[in-house]
C-alpha cells in the first residue's frame, strides 16, 4: 500500500526532496559566501538561523522562484495560440486556439468522471480552464514582488554602509539592480525552454514524456494530437 | 489514452480524486504558500 502510494507519486516526491535539499544547500552556501564578505569588511559573522531569516536570503530565493513561474506562465499561454512543427512540446499546426467544448469536453461533451467545474457553465468553467495559467501567474507575480521587496532592503544596506539615502520601493523597480536581478534570470528561462521545442524535434530520450517515442517522425508535432 | 481520473476511486457519483494525488497537490501548494508569505513578511519586517 505505502510502496505503491510512493510509485504511484514518485515524481512529485523526487523533485521535493531534491527541492528542500538543494533549498539547504543554497542557504549554507549563501551563508558561507557572506560571512566570508563580512569578515573582509571587518563586519560580524552571521549564525545560520540570522541568515535565513534575512533578506539577502530572500532576494537570492525570490528572484530564482520568479523566472520559474515566468516560464511556466508564458510556456502555457504561448502553447495556446503558438505551434513548433515536430516539437512534442506543441499541439500540432492547425491546432492553435483554446479548442472547442468538445475537444476540451467540457458542458454537454463532458464525461461522468470529469472534473465537476469542467461539466457546468459560466464563471466556473472560464476559471477552471483557466486554473493552472492563473495559479502559475499569481505564483510569478507574489514572487517577483517578494523579489523586489527583498531586494530593496538589500539596497538600502548598501546604500547605508557607503552613506547614501534609502531608496522607495517605486525607485528600486526602475533601478538596474533589480532589472539586473531580473533579467539574468529570465534569459537563462527563455533558452532553456526554446532549446528544449527546437531539440526534442530530431533528438530522444527514450521512455521520457517529455520525448516523442524514439521512432516517431521529425514532422511529428504531438502524438497524442496526431 | 486513458482518463487522467484514474476509475480505481470511481464511485460514480461525486468523481473525487484519489486521495493520494489530492495530498501531493495540497503538499505542493502548501510549500508555495508558505515560502511566499515568509518570503514577503521577512523584507517587509525589515530584516
Redesign the interface.
Known amino acids: 500500500m505505502i510502496m505503491r502510494a510512493i510509485r504511484d507519486n514518485a515524481l512529485s516526491i523526487f523533485f521535493g526532496a531534491i527541492f528542500l535539499l538543494t533549498l539547504i544547500g543554497q542557504s549554507f552556501a549563501g551563508l558561507a559566501d557572506t560571512n566570508e564578505q563580512n569578515t573582509l569588511h571587518g563586519e560580524p559573522t552571521v549564525t545560520w538561523a540570522q541568515f535565513v531569516s534575512s533578506s539577502d536570503f530572500m532576494v537570492d530565493v525570490s528572484e530564482n522562484w520568479q523566472s520559474e513561474f515566468m516560464q511556466f506562465f508564458v510556456f502555457i499561454l504561448a502553447t495556446v495560440w503558438l505551434v513548433q512543427r515536430g516539437s512534442p512540446e506543441s499541439k500540432k499546426p492547425g491546432d492553435e486556439g483554446v479548442g472547442t467544448d468538445q475537444d476540451q469536453r467540457v458542458g454537454e461533451h463532458s464525461q461522468p468522471d470529469s472534473p465537476a467545474w469542467a461539466r457546468v457553465r459560466g464563471w466556473r468553467l472560464w476559471l477552471y480552464s483557466n486554473s493552472l495559467l492563473l495559479v502559475m501567474g499569481a505564483v510569478f507575480a507574489l514572487s517577483w514582488f517578494a523579489q523586489s521587496l527583498a531586494g530593496l532592503v538589500v539596497a538600502n544596506e548598501e546604500n547605508a554602509m557607503h552613506g547614501e539615502a534609502p531608496q522607495t520601493w517605486v525607485e528600486y523597480i526602475a533601478a538596474p539592480d533589480f532589472w539586473n536581478r531580473t533579467l539574468q534570470n529570465w534569459q537563462s528561462e527563455f533558452l532553456a525552454v526554446g532549446a528544449m521545442i527546437a531539440f526534442s524535434i530530431y533528438l530522444r530520450q527514450r521512455g521520457s514524456s517529455e520525448s516523442k517515442p524514439v521512432g516517431t517522425p521529425h514532422h511529428v508535432s504531438s502524438e497524442e494530437s496526431d | 489514452?486513458s482518463?487522467p481520473?484514474s476509475?480505481e476511486s470511481?464511485d460514480?457519483v461525486t468523481?473525487k480524486l484519489p486521495p493520494?494525488?489530492l495530498v501531493?497537490f495540497w503538499?505542493?501548494m502548501g510549500?508555495?504558500v508558505v515560502?511566499?508569505t515568509?518570503?514577503?513578511v521577512?523584507?517587509?519586517s525589515?530584516?
Open positions: 489514452m482518463s481520473v476509475n470511481h460514480g468523481h493520494g494525488r501531493v503538499a505542493w510549500i508555495i515560502g511566499l515568509i518570503m514577503i521577512v523584507p517587509l525589515g530584516a
